[in-house]
């Protein structure tokens, strides 16, 4: 199939992350695929290998698109151009009909089992009489579920974490016990506090931290290295860099859906920190998510990962319990984080559940 995937980037670089990596996985099946992006500038340090099958062009280019691919990804509500919908209702009155996807937010709430590939008919406008589908990622069986690579797993048992530390200037000092903590964050208020606990633990920590807000925040603490904490500041990472600094990292701090999803794959122990909305309506997204992502995982376990999540997202304050409460039981937590990861792993993926859903006359 051809696929056309719309996309407008808000703020973050999450929903151009989500959509780059569903380009990179479509392209690697064969399937030809267009992104149309308001904003393509992340792509410079994000995407610096580009898939041959993979083209990109800017929203204004989509009225040059004379064909309307087979499977159409509206991605998080961005809405497609009305030149394009146009084309694709002519298409439709040659029985020639686009599939159309509207690519939601990943979520572990009930509506998202509900409204997965729900029919959406246009009833007015350019578009009427075509039909949208509402596709969920999700973590069951009844989503769309997650975007994961065939040989992700291979490619992390291949992984050399030495080799790649060297490689990005990042000096390790293994031989003291020194563990590895990425930190991907917004502003979260328990980051000055763990820094002052990291600062006199016993086990020193080498904390690696991401280019853009995580590294602001850290200017703005003043944060400086000691001999139990040492601090080194990355550049902006390619995807594929992304990925091995969760594979390289002990405990990761991670922050929005693309980095959510990779942290599960990673099997490593993490912390996720939910994008803030001024209603808090984040708070019971972040509770769906624990209690999905617990499920099965012994009790005491389940305990102190749901604590640290509540920690990190202001959530937990009123029991005074300290920052470094979030580094507890890191080998249980690693035991839980690869079981987990097996689980979903045992579901079928995302780009694969996508490609079911064959056009109506060019299947």
């Known amino acids: 199939m051809s696929t056309d995937i719309f996309c407008k980037v808000i703020d973050n670089y999450g929903d151009i992350g989500v959509c780059w990596r569903l380009c990179k996985q479509l392209a690697a099946r064969g399937e030809t695929v267009r992104l149309i992006v308001d904003d393509a500038s992340a792509l410079a340090w994000m995407a610096t290998v580009?898939?041959?099958?993979v083209e990109i062009?800017?929203?204004d280019q989509s009225h040059q698109i004379e064909q309307p691919a087979d499977l159409v990804i509206e991605s998080f509500g961005c809405e497609l151009p009305e030149s394009y919908i146009a084309k694709m209702a002519r298409q439709a009155t040659l029985d020639k009909a686009s599939t159309w996807v509207n690519l939601e937010y990943l979520s572990a709430e009930h509506y998202a089992e509900e409204c997965h590939l729900l029919p959406s008919p246009v009833m007015?406008?350019?578009g009427k009489g075509l039909i949208k589908t509402f596709f969920y990622p999700g973590f069951t069986s009844k989503t769309g579920g997650l975007l994961r690579e065939p040989d992700l797993f291979e490619w992390q048992a291949a992984f050399d974490k030495a080799q790649w530390l060297k490689s990005q200037n990042i000096d390790w000092q293994r031989d003291s016990n020194e563990r590895i903590v990425?930190?991907?964050c917004y502003e979260p208020k328990a980051l000055s506090a763990l820094l002052d606990e990291l600062k006199d633990s016993d086990q020193p920590t080498l904390l690696l931290v991401t280019a853009g807000r995580a590294t602001q925040v850290m200017n703005t603490l003043k944060a400086i290295s000691n001999k139990a904490l040492r601090i080194h500041y990355l550049?902006?990472?390619t995807q594929d860099d992304y990925d091995h600094l969760l594979w390289t990292s002990d405990f990761s701090f991670v922050r929005g859906e693309d980095s959510l999803v990779r942290a599960m794959w990673a099997g490593k122990p993490f912390v996720w920190q939910i994008y803030p909305q001024d209603d808090d309506a984040h708070h019971a997204k972040l509770e769906a998510f624990l209690d999905v992502y617990l499920q099965g995982v012994e009790a005491a376990t389940a305990a102190q990962i749901?604590?640290?999540h509540r920690l990190w997202n202001d959530l937990d304050v009123s029991q005074n319990r300290p920052a470094s409460h979030i580094l507890l039981g890191l080998h249980e937590w690693?035991?839980?984080s690869l079981v987990q990861r097996d689980l979903w792993a045992n579901q079928q993926d995302l780009v694969s559940q996508l490609l079911r859903l064959q056009p109506q006359s060019r299947a």
């Open 50 to 53: 580009r898939p041959r099958l």
């Open 57 to 59: 062009l800017s929203w």
């Open 124 to 126: 007015q406008g350019t």
């Open 182 to 184: 990425s930190l991907f």
């Open 235 to 237: 550049p902006y990472l």
């Open 306 to 308: 749901r604590i640290a």
């Open 334 to 336: 690693r035991i839980a």
